[in-house]
């Protein structure tokens, strides 16, 4: 009993211990951060593994995320004749919803894991302390690219991933199944609002751009230098990351969504 | 991968991504349609709204012509005041009717209006003096229990 308590206690004292690190990495990140865009090349670089890379995976589970909610919005839809209401459906869960979140956690396993692993093994071989003692600041010179690269990034990945869904949902919904194309289009575009669903989409994939890069930086940074470590520490980014995206969409969520209507 | 190619790929990821957002904004949303158009306000007092929703469509002819800009309540007449904005295109005679419609059985309600036959034409800030209300179903069931009830007891009466 006493050990467990001793146990948990030390467990709770690590964890607190972490996020204030974690608190004063993110601080020290964005100040050191002058070098990510005086040398916007090393950013760019880590944009295109970051961004263009997950490319081909965003674009294709968007499209099959947009085809299947095509097919089960029209078979519900229909049971009530409002199938021309299948534009609005589809555009609204994808543009508020699940643009962000899917492209998020799809991004943390691709991308975030990546990012982890490259850092902790740099760690692991001690290439960051041989940046040290060059007088070379490996958050400067190698974090901060990686982080603005994903937080750039994401964005950019979530509208695709949302446009390609609803590409995905015309494709299912008018070309397949015979939707008026008049209907689903106008009525998608009177129900979709810029400011209350769009650009509310697009602060949600940018606080998730944050979380994720942040998460998956600083669990390289954090990583233990050794291989059980870095392997650790990428599980540990992955699961975190999509915690994290599941609970600020919630957070995000009740406070975009409930005040309005 | 020399840098330049990185770069042009960057680039090309940048540029649709840009698109894609600009997609969402224009032929998803509503961005291009009623934010640049002029309009002008005009007020409509009904006795029940029913479940009028801010911005939405009115509609002349089957035709949207504004939306919903407010709903407010007067306190003093115990009535609805909605506000309405309209295209500047369409100018209405001072007699039109507003009317609280529904879009189908189960569709969204909306304002509909009825152009009048009086020569001088609608400014802005006037009011619209003929409303009829949205139908609400508890009201209308309640009727007609109410008529069969009567049809039931002038029958028992006749006998």
Same mark, same amino acid.
């Given at each position: 009993?006493?050990?467990?308590?001793?146990?948990?206690?030390?467990?709770?004292?690590?964890?607190?211990?972490?996020?204030?690190?974690? =608190?004063?990495?993110?601080? /020290?990140?964005?100040?050191?951060?002058?070098?990510?865009?005086?040398?916007?090349?090393?950013?760019?670089?880590?944009?295109?593994?970051?961004?263009?890379?997950?490319?081909?995976?965003?674009?294709?589970?968007?499209?099959?995320?947009?085809?299947?909610?095509?097919?089960?919005?029209?078979?519900?839809?229909?049971? /009530?004749?409002?199938?021309?209401?299948?534009?609005?459906?589809?555009?609204?869960?994808?543009?508020?919803?699940?643009?962000?979140?899917?492209?998020?956690?799809?991004?943390?396993?691709?991308?975030?894991?990546?990012?982890?692993?490259e850092i902790g093994?740099?760690?692991?071989?001690?290439?960051?302390?041989?940046?040290?003692?060059?007088?070379?600041?490996?958050?400067?010179?190698?974090?901060?690219?990686?982080?603005?690269?994903?937080?750039?990034?994401?964005?950019?990945?979530?509208?695709?991933?949302?446009?390609?869904?609803?590409?995905?949902?015309?494709?299912?919904?008018?070309?397949?199944?015979?939707?008026? &194309?008049?209907?689903?289009?106008?009525?998608?575009?009177?129900?979709?609002?810029?400011?209350?669903?769009?650009?509310?989409?697009?602060?949600?994939?940018?606080?998730?751009?944050?979380?994720?890069?942040?998460? =998956?930086?600083?669990?390289?940074?954090?990583?233990?230098?050794?291989?059980?470590?870095?392997?650790?520490?990428?599980?540990?980014?992955?699961?975190?990351?999509?915690?994290?995206?599941? =609970?600020?969409?919630?957070?995000?969520?009740?406070?975009?969504?409930?005040?309005?209507? | 991968?020399?840098?330049?190619?990185?770069?042009?790929?960057?680039?090309?990821?940048?540029?649709?991504?840009?698109?894609?957002?600009?997609?969402?904004?224009?032929?998803?949303?509503?961005?291009?349609?009623?934010? %640049?158009?002029? %309009? /002008?306000?005009?007020?409509?007092?009904?006795?029940?709204?029913?479940?009028?929703?801010?911005?939405?469509?009115?509609?002349?002819?089957?035709?949207?012509?504004?939306?919903?800009?407010?709903?407010g309540f007067d306190?003093?007449? /115990?009535?609805?005041?909605? &506000?309405?904005?309209l295209d500047a295109?369409?100018?209405?005679?001072?007699?039109?009717?507003?009317?609280?419609?529904?879009?189908?059985?189960?569709?969204?309600?909306?304002?509909?209006?009825?152009?009048?036959?009086?020569?001088?034409?609608?400014?802005?800030?006037?009011?619209?003096?003929?409303?009829?209300?949205?139908?609400?179903?508890?009201?209308?069931?309640?009727?007609?229990?109410?008529?069969?009830?009567?049809?039931?007891?002038?029958?028992?009466?006749?006998?």
């Amino acid at each position: 009993m006493r050990a467990a308590l001793t146990h948990l206690g030390a467990a709770v004292t690590a964890g607190v211990w972490r996020l204030g690190y974690a =608190a004063r990495f993110f601080g /020290y990140l964005l100040a050191h951060s002058g070098t990510a865009f005086r040398r916007f090349g090393l950013t760019v670089r880590e944009i295109y593994f970051a961004g263009v890379l997950s490319l081909i995976i965003i674009l294709v589970s968007g499209l099959f995320v947009g085809m299947v909610l095509g097919l089960q919005g029209y078979d519900t839809l229909q049971r /009530y004749g409002s199938s021309e209401a299948l534009g609005v459906l589809v555009a609204l869960s994808l543009v508020r919803e699940l643009g962000p979140v899917v492209a998020g956690l799809l991004f943390a396993s691709r991308a975030g894991s990546a990012i982890t692993a490259e850092i902790g093994l740099m760690k692991a071989t001690e290439q960051l302390s041989a940046m040290e003692m060059m007088a070379v600041d490996p958050v400067a010179r190698v974090v901060a690219p990686r982080f603005w690269g994903g937080v750039i990034s994401m964005p950019l990945l979530a509208a695709l991933f949302s446009a390609m869904g609803i590409f995905g949902g015309y494709l299912v919904g008018v070309v397949l199944i015979g939707v008026d &194309e008049g209907a689903f289009w106008s009525q998608m575009q009177a129900a979709v609002d810029v400011r209350e669903d769009i650009l509310n989409g697009v602060i949600k994939s940018v606080v998730f751009g944050f979380a994720v890069s942040l998460i =998956a930086v600083f669990e390289g940074f954090d990583a233990t230098p050794t291989a059980e470590g870095v392997s650790r520490a990428t599980t540990r980014t992955v699961v975190t990351s999509s915690l994290a995206i599941l =609970a600020l969409d919630f957070v995000l969520t009740a406070l975009m969504f409930t005040g309005g209507n | 991968m020399t840098r330049s190619t990185i770069d042009l790929w960057v680039g090309v990821f940048v540029a649709i991504g840009l698109g894609a957002l600009l997609f969402l904004a224009l032929k998803v949303g509503n961005l291009a349609s009623f934010s %640049t158009a002029e %309009t /002008y306000r005009v007020e409509a007092r009904f006795a029940n709204i029913g479940g009028l929703k801010v911005r939405a469509p009115v509609k002349s002819a089957g035709v949207v012509v504004g939306r919903v800009a407010e709903i407010g309540f007067d306190n003093e007449a /115990y009535e609805a005041v909605a &506000e309405l904005t309209l295209d500047a295109r369409f100018k209405f005679p001072r007699d039109t009717s507003a009317k609280i419609l529904t879009s189908g059985l189960l569709g969204e309600q909306y304002i509909g209006l009825e152009a009048g036959a009086d020569a001088r034409m609608l400014a802005d800030g006037e009011r619209l003096r003929l409303t009829q209300s949205a139908v609400v179903l508890e009201n209308l069931i309640g009727q007609f229990f109410t008529s069969k009830a009567a049809e039931g007891g002038e029958a028992k009466g006749a006998k």
